[in-house]
């Protein structure tokens, strides 16, 4: 377990946030029914395209395990980090129980880039950036950890009258699907902000793509429409 000090690129409030929901983040109904919806769609936009099994790769912002576990199961060597001690503990007490094996470890990105550098054929970065207070920050940590040619898939929340209705008023407050909280809109990324952001870290930006949530029926699919959720795919030049 790497315990060093994280860097100051996170926000307190948010860690104790979530450290609070981590005793129920395997409950399929529970605070993060929405993100266990997501999990499949996220799963399959990375396995499409690039190779999990036998890759090395990266989780960050990997809470308690939900996506890092899928990959592993897929035949990946994951990696995965997070700055929350309560949702790790969780979720390694998880791969206890499921037999699936994940190196979980309380580090921040860019200290992890300064340990591992080219050290990963792909890393995930899922609901994650519009918690950071920087996080072109964290693009560049990811560049340096990354082997050329690998790849960065990142989803994040699209800063949209649409998104907030949908993201902040229809889910935490109305269904009250997440915990009140969960989301500031001021934090939610642009599309072309986020594109400047790999620019400058030298990422070549291969795809965006929206990831829509349908509540009534509990699921989420890639689509084109990227004003709520979208992912991105980006490459480092080889």
Known sequence: MNTEAPTDNFRQ????????????????????????ALNPA????????????????????????????????????????????????????????????????????????????????AITCMEMLEHVPEPPSVLAACARMLKPGGRLFLSTLNRTPAAFALAIVGAEYIARILPKGTHQYRDFIKPSELAAWLREAGFELEDVSGLLYEPWRNAARVDKRTDVNYLACARKPA
Not at 13 to 36: C, I, M, T
Not at 42 to 67: K, N
Request: net charge negative; proline share 5%.
């Open 13 to 36: 409030s948010e860690l104790d946030r979530f450290n609070q929901l981590a005793h129920r983040w395997w409950d399929p109904n529970g605070p993060q029914k929405a993100l266990h």
């Open 42 to 121: 996220r799963l399959s936009y990375v396995a499409e395209r690039t190779p999990l099994a036998g890759a090395r790769v990266l989780d960050i912002g990997c809470g308690g395990g939900l996506l890092s576990e899928a990959m592993a199961a897929a035949g990946s060597e994951v990696t995965a980090i997070d700055l929350a001690p309560d949702l790790l503990k969780i979720a390694r007490l998880h791969g206890l129980e499921s037999g699936v094996a994940v190196d979980y470890r309380q580090v921040a990105a860019e200290t992890l880039a300064e340990q591992m550098p080219a050290a990963f054929d």
